[in-house]
Antibody, heavy 120, light 107 residues
């Protein structure tokens, strides 16, 4: 069974940093690209970042470019999102979501999400 | 970026009704269009990919159609468990973009 489990969310002050993790199981992690997608409270879905299976291709939304860093450790079946210079606009539930096929840009399995709240 | 526009933003329907939700892309995306269902407090669930392919395990009451810029999600006979919010998403190019969502409520 494919599973993605996020962790690392919490309350952080504006300007602060947070590192999210996503632990994967039930599939050959290294052969799938993964995305981070976020959802502000009561709002729609916003794509944040994408990383290919080999980490050779990495892309970011303009809203987080230069502040967020996506990375993966295929030996540990884990994905990370380092978030710096956080603002209130970054408050959201963050989901990691596997692409249906490598590079297919179609998230098929999603984690349960982890809430990040940026507030003083 | 490709803008995705869904309509309506909400609708009320009864169990057994046929429901259609529209999604329009700001440019041609061929058939690179996915549909998701999301229930409160839960992650989105992939229903339809590549405009019309049913994801494994999804009931056949769900179907998708369209290509180019105009797409439709149809629920042929609404069930109680289908009351949720539905999102379209283009998978044509990064950045991935989503429609604003359509909330399907009980009449």
């Amino acid at each position: 069974e494919v599973q993605l489990v996020e962790s690392g969310g919490g309350l952080v002050q504006p300007g602060g940093s947070l590192r999210l993790s996503c632990e994967a199981s039930g599939f050959t992690f290294s052969t799938y690209s993964i995305n981070w997608v976020r959802q502000a409270p009561g709002k729609g879905l916003e794509w944040v970042a994408h990383i290919s299976g080999t980490s050779r291709k990495i892309y970011y939304a303009d809203s987080v470019k230069g502040r967020f860093t996506i990375s993966r450790d295929n030996a540990k079946n884990s994905l990370s999102l380092q978030m710096n210079s956080l603002t209130a606009d970054d408050t959201a539930v963050y989901y990691c979501a596997r692409d249906r096929e490598e590079g297919y840009l179609t998230p098929d399995y999603w984690g349960q999400g982890t809430l990040v709240t940026v507030s003083s | 970026d490709i803008q995705m526009t869904q309509s309506p933003s909400s609708l009320s329907a009864s169990v057994g009704d046929r429901v259609t939700i529209s999604c329009r892309a700001s440019q041609n995306i061929n058939s690179y269009l996915n549909w998701y269902q999301q229930k409160p407090g839960k992650a989105p669930k992939l229903l339809i990919y590549a405009a019309s392919s049913l994801q494994s395990g999804v009931p056949s009451t769900f179907s998708g159609s369209g290509s180019g810029t105009d797409f439709t999600l149809t629920i042929s006979s609404l069930q109680r468990e289908d009351f949720a919010t539905y999102f379209c998403q283009q998978s044509y190019i990064i950045p991935l973009t989503f429609g604003g969502g359509t909330k399907v409520e009980i009449k």
